[in-house]
């Protein structure tokens, strides 16, 4: 268990739909990244939050958002999805908000398959 | 811009030792990071690289060139469990975010 915990594992969801993704950061970490992984493409930056804030947005698409909350969880909101959108999204953490020389703690990700 | 290469697989066998390179071009240099990651698995870090030279960490060693914009992994003594993919990271200059190679997959074969 990495300490960063994310849910669902598993999400299958019709196309048009809406779908939030939820994330914990590891207990003390104040950084949280988005990052999407689809079978063809590596590991995509979408998004940074830093304490409550955006810090870095990458190729994320307008159908998308995020936000962190007080308690620093965060949720990623997929919105419109298409069947391109089926991948693998993971959630990071890290205690500050550079990218640390140890790296970041990844959670297991969520699964999502639009059909 | 940034851009990250490394080969798409390999093969090789256990007991044996196998260099998975990556080459890179980035625009100003955070350093380099390398990750294992398992099928369906979140990626798990490897080793940090900022320096120029060789980083031994057990049976996992990596290397650096900035000047050649060059990295790779060293696995030694390979284990089944090595087989997943290898994924050579940056961070980009002036923001939060790496940037990440396509990844390696590595098959061990017995």
């Known amino acids: 268990d990495s300490g960063v915990t994310q849910t669902p594992k598993h999400l299958i969801t019709a196309t048009g739909q809406r779908v939030t993704l939820r994330c914990s950061p590891r207990?003390?970490?104040?950084?949280v990244y988005w990052y999407q992984q689809s079978l063809d493409q590596g590991l995509q930056f979408l998004i940074q939050y830093y304490n409550g804030e955006e810090r870095a947005k990458g190729n994320i698409l307008e159908r998308f958002s995020a936000q962190q909350f007080p308690d620093l969880h965060s949720e990623l909101n997929l919105s419109s999805l298409e069947l391109g959108d089926s991948a693998l999204y993971f959630c990071a953490s890290s205690v500050g908000g550079r990218t640390p020389n140890y790296g970041y703690t990844f959670g297991s990700g969520t699964r999502l398959t639009v059909v | 811009g940034q851009n990250i290469d490394q080969p798409t697989e390999m093969t090789a066998t256990e007991g044996a030792i196998v260099q998975i390179n990556c080459t890179y071009q980035t625009s100003g240099f955070n350093g380099l990071f390398w990750y294992q990651q398992h099928a369906g698995e979140a990626p798990t870090f490897l080793s940090y690289n900022v320096l120029d030279g060789l980083e031994e960490k057990g049976r996992f060693s990596s290397f650096l060139s900035r000047s050649k914009g060059y990295s790779y992994l060293l696995l030694k003594e390979l284990q089944m469990k090595d087989s997943a993919s290898y994924l050579c990271a940056v961070p980009t200059s002036g923001t939060y975010k790496y940037i990440f190679g396509t990844g390696t997959r590595l098959k061990v074969l017995a």
């Open positions: 207990s003390g970490d104040l950084s």
